[in-house]
Protein backbone atom coordinates (compact mmCIF):
# COMPACT_ATOMS: atom_id res chain seq x y z
CA UNK A 1 0.00 0.00 0.00
CA UNK A 2 1.71 3.49 -1.22
CA UNK A 3 1.71 5.86 1.77
CA UNK A 4 -0.29 8.96 2.32
CA UNK A 5 0.51 12.11 0.27
CA UNK A 6 3.01 10.18 -1.88
CA UNK A 7 1.79 9.44 -5.79
CA UNK A 8 3.94 7.16 -7.83
CA UNK A 9 5.16 8.84 -10.76
CA UNK A 10 4.62 6.80 -13.88
CA UNK A 11 5.30 9.43 -16.70
CA UNK A 12 8.56 11.13 -15.03
CA UNK A 13 11.16 12.27 -16.91
CA UNK A 14 14.32 10.23 -17.72
CA UNK A 15 16.79 12.67 -15.66
CA UNK A 16 14.22 12.29 -12.91
CA UNK A 17 14.12 7.79 -13.07
CA UNK A 18 18.40 8.12 -13.66
CA UNK A 19 18.79 10.13 -10.39
CA UNK A 20 15.91 8.09 -8.85
CA UNK A 21 14.35 11.13 -7.66
CA UNK A 22 10.17 11.96 -7.88
CA UNK A 23 9.89 13.66 -11.34
CA UNK A 24 6.42 17.00 -10.96
CA UNK A 25 6.00 16.00 -14.88
CA UNK A 26 5.80 19.37 -15.68
CA UNK A 27 7.13 20.93 -19.04
CA UNK A 28 10.04 20.93 -18.08
CA UNK A 29 10.33 19.53 -14.45
CA UNK A 30 10.92 21.59 -11.07
CA UNK A 31 14.21 19.14 -11.09
CA UNK A 32 15.86 19.83 -14.39
CA UNK A 33 14.69 23.49 -14.51
CA UNK A 34 16.62 23.72 -11.01
CA UNK A 35 19.72 21.46 -12.59
CA UNK A 36 19.61 23.51 -15.51
CA UNK A 37 19.49 20.61 -17.71
CA UNK A 38 17.75 19.26 -20.54
CA UNK A 39 14.67 17.39 -19.62
CA UNK A 40 13.33 15.02 -22.10
CA UNK A 41 9.53 15.94 -21.63
CA UNK A 42 10.44 18.75 -23.58
CA UNK A 43 10.97 16.91 -26.23
CA UNK A 44 7.69 14.88 -25.81
CA UNK A 45 6.21 18.11 -25.96
CA UNK A 46 7.41 19.13 -29.17
CA UNK A 47 6.94 15.81 -30.46
CA UNK A 48 3.25 15.62 -29.86
CA UNK A 49 2.91 19.01 -31.16
CA UNK A 50 4.40 18.41 -34.46
CA UNK A 51 2.03 15.44 -34.91
CA UNK A 52 -0.55 17.16 -34.26
CA UNK A 53 -0.55 20.48 -36.00
CA UNK A 54 0.85 18.32 -38.78
CA UNK A 55 -2.30 16.46 -39.17
CA UNK A 56 -5.04 18.06 -41.52
CA UNK A 57 -9.11 17.82 -42.23
CA UNK A 58 -8.02 15.59 -45.57
CA UNK A 59 -7.23 12.56 -43.27
CA UNK A 60 -10.68 12.09 -43.81
CA UNK A 61 -10.58 12.38 -47.81
CA UNK A 62 -10.09 9.43 -50.31
CA UNK A 63 -6.28 10.54 -50.23
CA UNK A 64 -5.92 10.16 -46.61
CA UNK A 65 -4.96 6.62 -47.53
CA UNK A 66 -2.24 7.38 -49.19
CA UNK A 67 0.77 7.00 -47.21
CA UNK A 68 3.35 8.99 -49.29
CA UNK A 69 1.28 12.47 -50.01
CA UNK A 70 -0.37 14.75 -48.74
CA UNK A 71 -2.19 17.65 -50.71
CA UNK A 72 -1.43 21.11 -50.10
CA UNK A 73 -3.70 24.37 -49.93
CA UNK A 74 -4.23 24.12 -54.03
CA UNK A 75 -4.18 20.76 -54.29
CA UNK A 76 -0.96 19.86 -55.56
CA UNK A 77 1.20 17.43 -53.81
CA UNK A 78 2.76 18.42 -50.05
CA UNK A 79 5.34 17.09 -48.60
CA UNK A 80 6.13 13.35 -48.05
CA UNK A 81 4.93 12.29 -44.19
CA UNK A 82 8.57 11.88 -43.67
CA UNK A 83 8.92 15.18 -44.10
CA UNK A 84 5.44 16.61 -42.55
CA UNK A 85 7.40 16.03 -38.88
CA UNK A 86 9.73 18.59 -40.22
CA UNK A 87 7.67 20.97 -42.25
CA UNK A 88 3.82 20.85 -40.38
CA UNK A 89 1.63 22.75 -42.51
CA UNK A 90 0.62 24.93 -39.07
CA UNK A 91 3.94 26.14 -37.77
CA UNK A 92 4.87 26.01 -33.93
CA UNK A 93 4.11 29.13 -32.04
CA UNK A 94 7.82 30.20 -31.18
CA UNK A 95 6.89 31.86 -28.43
CA UNK A 96 5.38 28.71 -26.78
CA UNK A 97 7.17 28.06 -23.68
CA UNK A 98 7.64 24.53 -24.38
CA UNK A 99 8.95 25.59 -28.16
CA UNK A 100 12.32 24.22 -28.81
CA UNK A 101 13.99 25.92 -32.09
CA UNK A 102 15.37 23.18 -34.49
CA UNK A 103 19.13 22.75 -34.66
CA UNK A 104 20.91 24.11 -37.41
CA UNK A 105 24.16 22.45 -38.23
CA UNK A 106 27.03 25.77 -38.62
CA UNK A 107 30.10 24.66 -39.85
CA UNK A 108 29.89 24.96 -43.64
CA UNK A 109 27.65 27.88 -44.01
CA UNK A 110 29.27 29.71 -40.90
CA UNK A 111 32.91 29.85 -42.90
CA UNK A 112 31.20 31.16 -46.07
CA UNK A 113 29.22 33.80 -44.63
CA UNK A 114 33.49 34.72 -42.92
CA UNK A 115 34.36 34.56 -46.40
CA UNK A 116 31.61 36.92 -47.76
CA UNK A 117 31.97 38.96 -45.34
CA UNK A 118 35.46 39.82 -46.08
CA UNK A 119 34.90 40.15 -49.47
CA UNK A 120 32.58 42.72 -49.34
CA UNK A 121 34.37 44.47 -46.70
CA UNK A 122 37.74 44.30 -47.86
CA UNK A 123 38.99 41.74 -50.34
CA UNK A 124 37.16 43.26 -53.29
CA UNK A 125 39.14 46.50 -52.88
CA UNK A 126 42.36 45.15 -53.83
CA UNK A 127 41.07 44.16 -57.24
CA UNK A 128 42.48 45.89 -60.35
CA UNK A 129 40.93 48.87 -62.00
CA UNK A 130 39.49 52.04 -60.84
CA UNK A 131 36.80 53.00 -58.17
CA UNK A 132 33.85 52.02 -60.65
CA UNK A 133 35.14 48.94 -61.48
CA UNK A 134 36.01 48.42 -57.63
CA UNK A 135 32.52 49.10 -57.10
CA UNK A 136 31.21 46.68 -59.19
CA UNK A 137 33.44 43.83 -58.04
CA UNK A 138 31.73 44.80 -54.50
CA UNK A 139 28.49 44.94 -54.95
CA UNK A 140 27.24 43.97 -58.60
CA UNK A 141 29.66 41.10 -58.84
CA UNK A 142 28.16 39.32 -55.37
CA UNK A 143 24.57 39.75 -56.33
CA UNK A 144 24.96 37.89 -59.59
CA UNK A 145 27.15 35.50 -57.25
CA UNK A 146 23.45 34.47 -55.74
CA UNK A 147 22.50 33.61 -59.51
CA UNK A 148 25.02 31.56 -60.57
CA UNK A 149 27.09 29.01 -58.14
CA UNK A 150 30.45 29.41 -60.04
CA UNK A 151 30.63 33.22 -59.51
CA UNK A 152 29.70 32.81 -55.88
CA UNK A 153 32.47 30.26 -55.35
CA UNK A 154 34.76 31.85 -57.57
CA UNK A 155 33.89 34.73 -55.09
CA UNK A 156 34.52 33.09 -52.16
CA UNK A 157 38.05 31.35 -53.05
CA UNK A 158 39.52 34.76 -54.03
CA UNK A 159 38.23 36.02 -50.29
CA UNK A 160 39.64 32.60 -48.65
CA UNK A 161 42.82 33.40 -50.83
CA UNK A 162 43.43 36.99 -49.55
CA UNK A 163 42.31 35.68 -45.63
CA UNK A 164 45.90 33.54 -46.04
CA UNK A 165 47.43 36.30 -47.29
CA UNK A 166 47.07 38.75 -44.63
CA UNK A 167 46.49 35.71 -41.64
CA UNK A 168 50.18 33.67 -41.61
CA UNK A 169 48.65 32.29 -38.21
CA UNK A 170 45.74 30.64 -40.30
CA UNK A 171 47.13 30.89 -44.00
CA UNK A 172 46.76 26.61 -44.03
CA UNK A 173 43.56 26.71 -43.24
CA UNK A 174 42.04 29.28 -45.71
CA UNK A 175 43.92 27.76 -48.24
CA UNK A 176 42.51 24.70 -48.41
CA UNK A 177 38.71 26.63 -48.36
CA UNK A 178 40.37 27.84 -51.34
CA UNK A 179 41.10 25.41 -52.92
CA UNK A 180 37.69 23.86 -51.86
CA UNK A 181 35.58 26.85 -53.65
CA UNK A 182 38.31 26.97 -56.46
CA UNK A 183 37.59 23.07 -57.60
CA UNK A 184 33.66 23.91 -57.03
CA UNK A 185 33.87 26.84 -59.19
CA UNK A 186 35.44 25.39 -62.41
CA UNK A 187 33.10 21.73 -61.86
CA UNK A 188 29.77 24.51 -62.16
CA UNK A 189 31.68 26.98 -64.65
CA UNK A 190 32.46 24.20 -67.29
CA UNK A 191 28.66 23.17 -67.26
CA UNK A 192 27.88 26.70 -67.41
CA UNK A 193 30.36 27.35 -70.76
CA UNK A 194 27.88 25.35 -72.67
CA UNK A 195 25.21 28.15 -72.86
CA UNK A 196 27.10 31.05 -72.76
CA UNK A 197 25.07 34.06 -73.96
CA UNK A 198 24.06 37.90 -73.23
CA UNK A 199 21.92 36.48 -70.62
CA UNK A 200 24.57 34.54 -68.35
CA UNK A 201 28.25 36.17 -70.11
CA UNK A 202 28.33 38.70 -67.32
CA UNK A 203 28.42 35.86 -64.83
CA UNK A 204 30.74 34.15 -66.37
CA UNK A 205 32.98 37.19 -67.47
CA UNK A 206 33.39 37.72 -63.85
CA UNK A 207 34.05 33.76 -62.87
CA UNK A 208 36.77 33.46 -65.49
CA UNK A 209 38.41 37.12 -64.16
CA UNK A 210 38.19 35.52 -60.62
CA UNK A 211 39.59 32.06 -61.72
CA UNK A 212 42.79 33.80 -63.75
CA UNK A 213 43.65 35.16 -60.31
CA UNK A 214 43.11 32.51 -57.72
CA UNK A 215 45.07 30.75 -59.91
CA UNK A 216 48.21 32.23 -59.71
CA UNK A 217 47.48 32.41 -55.69
CA UNK A 218 46.63 29.01 -55.31
CA UNK A 219 49.60 27.46 -57.18
CA UNK A 220 51.46 24.61 -54.98
CA UNK A 221 54.65 25.49 -55.92
CA UNK A 222 56.16 28.32 -57.82
CA UNK A 223 58.11 26.71 -60.74
CA UNK A 224 57.57 26.83 -64.34
CA UNK A 225 55.65 23.32 -64.54
CA UNK A 226 52.60 25.02 -62.38
CA UNK A 227 53.38 27.93 -64.53
CA UNK A 228 52.44 26.49 -67.43
CA UNK A 229 49.60 24.34 -65.58
CA UNK A 230 47.99 27.72 -65.25
CA UNK A 231 48.68 28.80 -68.51
CA UNK A 232 46.87 25.75 -69.59
CA UNK A 233 43.40 26.67 -67.33
CA UNK A 234 44.12 30.73 -68.57
CA UNK A 235 43.85 29.26 -72.42
CA UNK A 236 40.84 27.63 -71.56
CA UNK A 237 39.27 30.70 -70.11
CA UNK A 238 40.12 32.59 -72.87
CA UNK A 239 37.14 31.32 -74.49
CA UNK A 240 35.03 33.32 -72.50
CA UNK A 241 37.01 36.30 -72.40
CA UNK A 242 36.98 36.72 -76.34
CA UNK A 243 32.97 35.42 -77.00
CA UNK A 244 31.89 37.82 -73.34
CA UNK A 245 33.68 41.05 -74.33
CA UNK A 246 31.66 42.48 -76.80
CA UNK A 247 28.47 41.92 -74.62
CA UNK A 248 30.11 43.40 -71.32
CA UNK A 249 31.18 46.70 -73.06
CA UNK A 250 27.68 46.77 -73.67
CA UNK A 251 26.30 45.52 -70.04
CA UNK A 252 26.37 46.47 -66.06
CA UNK A 253 29.77 45.34 -65.84
CA UNK A 254 31.49 47.64 -68.47
CA UNK A 255 33.69 50.01 -66.04
CA UNK A 256 35.65 46.54 -65.41
CA UNK A 257 37.39 46.12 -69.18
CA UNK A 258 37.01 49.73 -70.01
CA UNK A 259 40.36 51.34 -70.90
CA UNK A 260 41.70 53.69 -68.75
CA UNK A 261 42.21 57.31 -70.02
CA UNK A 262 43.54 61.07 -69.60
CA UNK A 263 45.60 61.65 -66.36
CA UNK A 264 44.65 58.27 -65.08
CA UNK A 265 46.76 56.43 -67.26
CA UNK A 266 50.66 55.64 -65.88
CA UNK A 267 53.27 56.75 -67.58
CA UNK A 268 55.19 53.88 -69.01
CA UNK A 269 58.35 52.75 -67.03
CA UNK A 270 61.89 52.42 -68.30
CA UNK A 271 61.58 49.06 -67.67
CA UNK A 272 58.44 48.15 -69.18
CA UNK A 273 59.69 50.02 -72.62
CA UNK A 274 63.05 47.97 -71.69
CA UNK A 275 60.95 44.79 -71.65
CA UNK A 276 59.27 45.53 -75.44
CA UNK A 277 62.80 45.69 -76.92
CA UNK A 278 63.79 42.75 -74.95
CA UNK A 279 60.75 41.00 -76.67
CA UNK A 280 60.87 41.80 -79.94
CA UNK A 281 64.93 40.58 -79.70
CA UNK A 282 63.48 36.95 -78.37
CA UNK A 283 61.66 36.87 -81.72
CA UNK A 284 64.95 36.62 -84.14
CA UNK A 285 64.56 33.65 -85.51
CA UNK A 286 67.74 30.82 -84.80
CA UNK A 287 69.19 29.14 -87.82
CA UNK A 288 69.47 25.49 -85.67
CA UNK A 289 65.63 26.10 -84.89
CA UNK A 290 63.06 23.37 -86.94
CA UNK A 291 60.09 25.69 -88.98
CA UNK A 292 57.91 24.49 -86.40
CA UNK A 293 59.71 25.59 -83.21
CA UNK A 294 60.60 28.93 -84.84
CA UNK A 295 57.30 29.78 -85.71
CA UNK A 296 55.78 28.53 -82.50
CA UNK A 297 58.08 30.77 -80.64
CA UNK A 298 57.69 34.00 -82.78
CA UNK A 299 54.14 34.33 -82.33
CA UNK A 300 54.13 33.74 -79.07
CA UNK A 301 56.96 36.96 -78.68
CA UNK A 302 54.65 38.66 -81.19
CA UNK A 303 51.95 38.38 -78.99
CA UNK A 304 53.33 38.99 -76.17
CA UNK A 305 54.98 42.03 -76.87
CA UNK A 306 51.24 43.61 -78.26
CA UNK A 307 49.89 42.18 -75.16
CA UNK A 308 52.36 44.52 -73.61
CA UNK A 309 52.10 47.67 -75.53
CA UNK A 310 48.45 47.49 -75.56
CA UNK A 311 48.02 47.20 -72.08
CA UNK A 312 51.01 50.53 -71.86
CA UNK A 313 48.37 51.95 -74.18
CA UNK A 314 44.89 51.51 -72.15
CA UNK A 315 45.59 50.11 -68.53
CA UNK A 316 46.75 51.74 -65.62
CA UNK A 317 48.78 48.46 -64.67
CA UNK A 318 49.82 47.33 -68.11
CA UNK A 319 52.17 45.28 -66.11
CA UNK A 320 49.63 43.14 -64.98
CA UNK A 321 47.09 43.01 -67.85
CA UNK A 322 49.96 42.24 -70.06
CA UNK A 323 50.87 39.15 -67.54
CA UNK A 324 47.20 37.91 -66.98
CA UNK A 325 46.23 38.33 -71.01
CA UNK A 326 49.49 36.80 -72.47
CA UNK A 327 48.40 33.33 -71.68
CA UNK A 328 45.06 33.08 -73.03
CA UNK A 329 46.45 34.32 -76.02
CA UNK A 330 49.19 31.22 -76.57
CA UNK A 331 48.04 27.82 -78.88
CA UNK A 332 48.37 24.44 -77.40
CA UNK A 333 51.76 23.71 -79.54
CA UNK A 334 53.61 26.38 -77.52
CA UNK A 335 52.89 25.04 -74.69
CA UNK A 336 53.81 21.12 -75.18
CA UNK A 337 57.37 22.48 -76.73
CA UNK A 338 57.64 24.60 -73.47
CA UNK A 339 56.95 21.39 -71.47
CA UNK A 340 59.75 19.60 -73.49
CA UNK A 341 62.12 22.19 -72.54
CA UNK A 342 64.27 21.67 -75.42
CA UNK A 343 64.19 25.30 -77.00
CA UNK A 344 66.35 27.48 -75.33
CA UNK A 345 65.36 30.30 -76.99
CA UNK A 346 61.63 29.68 -75.35
CA UNK A 347 62.97 29.03 -72.22
CA UNK A 348 64.33 32.91 -72.32
CA UNK A 349 61.06 34.16 -73.51
CA UNK A 350 59.15 32.88 -70.46
CA UNK A 351 61.80 34.42 -67.97
CA UNK A 352 60.62 37.32 -69.61
CA UNK A 353 57.61 37.00 -69.23
CA UNK A 354 58.28 35.86 -65.54
CA UNK A 355 59.98 39.09 -65.11
CA UNK A 356 56.96 41.20 -66.44
CA UNK A 357 55.28 38.94 -63.73
CA UNK A 358 57.54 39.91 -60.74
CA UNK A 359 57.49 43.70 -61.96
CA UNK A 360 53.61 43.47 -61.31
CA UNK A 361 53.83 41.67 -58.51
CA UNK A 362 55.13 44.57 -56.07
CA UNK A 363 51.53 45.96 -56.19
CA UNK A 364 49.15 42.83 -56.06
CA UNK A 365 49.45 40.23 -53.59
CA UNK A 366 47.42 37.51 -55.95
CA UNK A 367 50.75 37.11 -57.54
CA UNK A 368 52.97 38.20 -54.79
CA UNK A 369 54.43 34.51 -54.49
CA UNK A 370 56.24 34.52 -58.03
CA UNK A 371 58.51 37.10 -56.90
CA UNK A 372 61.98 35.27 -58.02
CA UNK A 373 60.82 33.16 -60.31
CA UNK A 374 62.85 34.29 -63.46
CA UNK A 375 65.75 33.07 -61.47
CA UNK A 376 64.82 29.35 -61.56
CA UNK A 377 64.07 28.97 -64.85
Not at 30 to 46: D, T
Not at 89 to 106: K, L, S
Not at 341 to 362: H, I, T, V
Request: hydrophobic share 40%.
Amino acid sequence: MPRLGSKKSRHGCVQCKARRVKCDENRPCGACARYRVECSLLSISVQARAQTVSKTPSESSPHASDPDTINGPSGSPGPTTGDSANYPQTPINQYDPVFVPPEVPTGQWMQDLELMHHYTAHAYTTMPGLEAAKHIWGFAVPQEGFKHPHLMHSILAFSANHLAYINLSRASYYQVLASTHQSAALTYLNRALADLGPANCHALFASASLTIMNAFVDARTYSMEVLIEIFQLLRGMSFVLNTAVPWIENGPFAAIIRPSIGDQLNKPSGLLSSFLVEIQAASYPLPSESPESQASRIKAAEQLRQALQYSIDTSGHPALRAAMTWPTTLEAEFLEALKAGQDPKMRELMRLYCRLLEYASSDWWFISGWRGISSRI
